[in-house]
């Protein structure tokens, strides 16, 4: 088993692959202003090429059976939206297709040995009602209720965000074209001060993949602009013989002061009669945005428990449906968290600073500190997984086109040579380019 599928084996519904960011756009196909009707076509395009040295360490060959240094990736997304009046509100509707397709073998080493790396599945098929000004008691308030196969996110993402996988068969395992839950409902009241949400939620795992769902609530509250708090419950079934249902309990802050300091923090608490575990981490951020490149400096610690093989207890952090909200959130490093490790039994520190030197080009610099919670659980006797180092470039180039630039190298530690066999290990160096079109 590689390594991504056995450290997602422990999750308990599987999150896809991450990340790279979507623009989106629609194309008017039918408006009737009077009885406020329209019908619109979306469409999104991706492509990837990425190309690197000594992935796994030099040792993907033996490691996972093929040489992982470079693929590409392609990927489509098209689909039709309709709404039209209703009563006192609004009615609904989402219909969309993903075909995602790899040439070569990924570093996540899921398409290693396969035939076929390519696939067209459904992807949002939902409908739902929404109207304002419902509750007199909250200000612009916006009720909506919606099922079907759709998109759902928590605060950053570090339980749900990501409802669907790729990558193996499906291929598009970074473009992660796929995030739907299906058989999905969310009730949601949203104000100005206010979030309440219910959801029904369940995965769409790829072929012979963990089908889990999981029922809950959201609750955040607004203090101005410059500060947020929520908490979410939820519990998760793997539907997987052997396993119990899952308690999930977390609660998050953030805040940004008008002098551009700011502080983020969230923590998680997952527990059942064989579970134990938490999560959680702590970020700290300066914003100079009067300064020229308006440069932000950031430092955040994540700490994600791991099993101790010492007690009857599984204390392995479960990562639910993680996903991607920025860089970093919750794939942690563009190597580490792509195609090495999940957030279970790890802790890290991230170092970052973020420039816009032009309204449409954003620059990031990113070292990470990775360590194991629990070595031995892992197989290794080292905590040290090793140092990462990235750099991205998004550039806007108009309202239809985004490019993106990613390079990184991971300097393995002790616990990362273990691993892989022990012996030599190279630095990994992995660079990517990413344009996608949307319309």
């Known amino acids: 088993m590689n390594a991504r599928n056995a450290l997602l084996a422990a999750s308990v519904c599987v999150a896809s692959a991450a990340v790279a960011p979507r623009a989106l756009a629609e194309y008017e196909l039918y ?28 040792q993907s060959e033996a490691f996972l ?72 008691a909250l200000e612009n308030d916006t009720l909506t209720i919606t099922v079907g196969r759709q998109d759902y996110n928590i605060g950053t993402g570090l339980l749900i965000n990501d409802g669907a996988e790729d990558g193996g068969e499906r291929g598009g395992w970074y473009l992660a074209m796929r995030k739907a839950f299906t058989e999905a409902v ?72 008008e002098s551009g300091f700011g502080v983020a923090a969230e923590y998680a608490d997952e527990s059942s009669s064989q579970i134990a575990a938490t999560g959680y981490y702590g970020e700290v951020s300066y914003a100079a945005t009067s300064n020229a490149w308006s440069p932000v400096f950031s430092y955040r610690y994540a700490h994600f428990s791991g099993d101790n093989p010492a007690t009857t207890a599984n204390e392995q952090f479960h990562e639910i449906a993680y996903g991607y909200t920025d860089w970093g959130t919750w794939y942690q490093g563009e190597i580490t968290g792509e195609y090495a490790l999940g957030n279970g039994n790890l802790i890290s520190s991230l170092l970052r600073v973020k420039l816009q030197p032009r309204p449409e080009l954003t620059l990031n610099a990113m070292l990470y500190k ?70």
């Open 31 to 58: 408006k009737n202003d009077g009885r406020g009707t329209k019908l619109d076509f979306t469409l999104d395009l991706a492509g990837a090429w990425y190309g690197g040295r000594n992935s796994w360490f030099g």
């Open 65 to 136: 059976g093929a040489n992982t240094d470079t693929w590409a990736d392609i990927g489509a997304e098209p689909g039709l939206s309709f709404e039209t009046r209703a009563g006192k509100g609004t009615f609904f509707g989402v219909v969309s297709a993903v075909y995602t397709s790899t040439a070569g073998d990924d570093a996540s080493g899921l398409t290693v040995g396969l035939d076929s790396k390519s696939e067209l599945t459904l992807e949002q098929g939902n409908v739902g009602w929404k109207a304002e000004d419902v509750f007199d």
């Open 186 to 257: 969310v009730a949601s009241v949203d104000s100005d001060k206010w979030l309440f949400e219910v959801f029904r939620l369940q995965n769409h795992p790829r072929k012979g993949g963990p089908l889990g769902e999981a029922y809950g609530a959201n609750v955040e509250y607004k203090f101005g602009e410059e500060t947020k708090v929520g908490t979410t419950y939820m519990e998760v079934d793997s539907n997987t013989p052997g396993t119990v249902k899952l308690d999930v309990y977390s609660a998050r802050a953030a805040w940004r002061g």
């Open 370 to 439: 990775f360590t194991l919670d629990e070595p031995a659980s892992f197989g290794v006797t080292s905590d040290d997984w090793g140092d990462e180092l990235n750099f991205t470039a998004e550039w806007q180039v108009n309202e239809h086109v985004l490019v993106i630039g990613v390079l990184g190298t991971l300097f393995p530690g002790d616990g990362a040579k273990q691993y892989v066999g022990g012996g030599s290990a190279d630095n990994w160096t992995h660079g990517m380019v990413y344009v996608s079109y949307s319309w």
